[in-house]
């Protein structure tokens, strides 16, 4: 079983910049992904970004050039810094792991932008 502890949300104006973190515990498979996926009310649950164990990444195209995913597979743990953040960046932000066989969520993190 893996546990996933998010931590880095809050409130921020337009423009600011935020990072959240994520920490992977528990039976981990060395080879997985990790990333981000955020929900806005009434909208699904999108993918933000994920990196893969090797370092292979994948950004949404909504928020590249201003969001940089990064990990540490030493620690599992990846990190989501935000810059240049947009009220539509407003979101319940959820850090997922993926290792082929299951797929664990994080409870989630408030990310709050406001104009």
């Known amino acids: 079983q893996v546990q996933l502890a998010e931590s880095g949300g809050g409130l921020v104006q337009a423009g600011g910049s935020l990072r959240l973190s994520c920490a992977a515990s528990g039976t981990i498979f060395s080879i997985n992904t990790m990333g981000w996926y955020r929900q806005a009310p009434g909208k699904q649950r999108e993918l933000v970004a994920q990196?893969?164990?090797?370092?292979?990444?994948n950004v949404a195209d909504s928020v590249k050039g201003r969001f940089t995913i990064s990990r540490d597979n030493a620690k599992n743990t990846v990190n989501l810094q935000m810059n240049s953040l947009k009220p539509e960046d407003t979101a319940v932000y959820y850090c997922?792991?993926?290792?082929?066989?299951?797929?664990?969520w994080g409870q989630g993190t408030q990310v709050t932008v406001s104009s």
């Open positions: 990196i893969t164990s090797g370092g292979n990444t």
């Open positions: 997922r792991l993926a290792d082929g066989l299951s797929i664990y």
